[in-house]
């Protein structure tokens, strides 16, 4: 029997819309746990006392003028609002809680919708990410599992992860994203694979617009299968950020929730502890489907493709329906080349210890 904890934040609709579309469906059962928010000490774990500090500061006092803060990326994609110190906290604290519940055996798997800002760095925010909630629960689940596995299906590089750990070997970072000159961040290529200690611990899957859930998943279980057998982790954490939907604002990747789920699925074979994050996704209601199916896939739990009635029941129009439809465009992924990346990787992965 599976058991899982989410951890469910109220401060946005996404996360509400997900956290209630989920509850409604009559055979959801999961365990919903009360986080708490991350303390200054738990986050400084990671990030530098100095941006903490600045953070806090103009969150309290909402000063959008002050001068230092380019220096720490607040501005542009990472606007200072009032109380954002609070909120980022709020979203660290929930992962720290979610990855707690993995240590005290009390869950197999725990999510965190909320969570899975993989962009921030030490002492810099980015890409609409304050803290980096995914690495304080890599650190967290690293108090106890002596390798853990970081893997991002995220639209966009898991920049700020992987440059987290690029110098150990005790965490891998796998990350399959849209890779194109001027994409945000403009990281993440094939030949970037680590530093020091950690060189080859670091994968980057580069892809191109249009690909859709037979070939992603084709591509994901080829490097995943090679991924497990030379790593061997403990414990997983996984990003699933829904940028990458047929729908999405962002208008990349054709993917649907189907797709991701059976990509979550492979990995949860493994019968690890599982930390799962959210992460990107414009299309509000189409991420709220996307989270809502992967926790029913978590379960083992096939739902209703009417959508039941709730507060934001109107946002899931026209049709009102779960399912997400991949649109017409193209795939611009070569075989030949997808073959070349793969074959790169698992020749990388050899080099692992």
């Not at 729908?247 to 492979?266: E, R």
């Not at 009102?320 to 030949?336: A, F, G, M, Q, V």
Request: aromatic residues 10%; hydrophobic residues 35%.
């Amino acid at each position: 029997m599976m058991t899982v904890a989410v951890n469910g934040q109220s401060l946005m609709f996404l996360a509400r819309s997900t956290s209630t579309l989920a509850t409604l469906y009559p055979k959801y059962q999961t365990g919903m746990v009360k986080p708490r928010a991350a303390t200054i000490e738990e986050m400084a774990k990671f990030h530098t006392d100095s941006y903490l500090e600045h953070l806090q500061k103009i969150s309290e006092d909402g000063d959008n003028d002050d001068p230092q803060s380019v220096d720490y990326g607040l501005g542009y994609d990472c606007p200072v609002v009032e109380g954002i110190f609070d909120y980022a906290a709020a979203v660290g604290g929930a992962t720290l809680t979610a990855a707690q519940c993995l240590l005290d055996k009390k869950c197999e798997v725990a999510i965190n919708w909320a969570g899975g800002w993989h962009h921030a760095k030490k002492d810099e925010a980015s890409g609409f990410c304050y803290v980096n909630d995914a690495v304080l629960g890599i650190l967290k689940l690293r108090e106890k599992y002596e390798r853990v596995l970081y893997v991002d299906v995220d639209l966009h590089h898991g920049d700020g992860v992987e440059d987290a750990f690029s110098f150990t070997s005790k965490v891998m970072t796998v990350s399959l994203h849209k890779f194109s000159p001027g994409f945000f961040p403009g990281t993440g290529d094939l030949t970037d694979t680590g530093l020091g200690k950690g060189r080859w611990y670091a994968i980057n899957v580069p892809l191109e617009d249009g690909i859709k859930d037979d070939r992603y998943y084709q591509v994901f279980t080829s490097v995943m299968q090679e991924v497990r057998a030379q790593f061997n982790p403990e414990a997983l954490v996984m990003q699933l950020g829904a940028d990458t939907m047929a729908g999405d604002p962002m208008c990349s990747f054709n993917m649907t929730p189907v797709g991701v789920g059976k990509c979550l699925q492979y990995v949860l074979q493994w019968q690890l502890p599982t930390l799962l994050l959210g992460g990107g996704g414009y299309n509000l209601a189409n991420t709220a489907r996307c989270w809502t199916y992967l926790t029913a896939a978590v379960l083992g739990k096939t739902l209703s493709s009417e959508i039941p009635d709730h507060e934001f029941f109107t946002e899931y129009g026209p049709d009102y329906s779960l399912e997400i439809s991949p649109s017409c465009r193209p795939d611009r992924n070569d075989t030949k080349h997808l073959d070349q990346v793969i074959s790169t990787i698992k020749g990388n992965l050899k080099n692992v210890v």
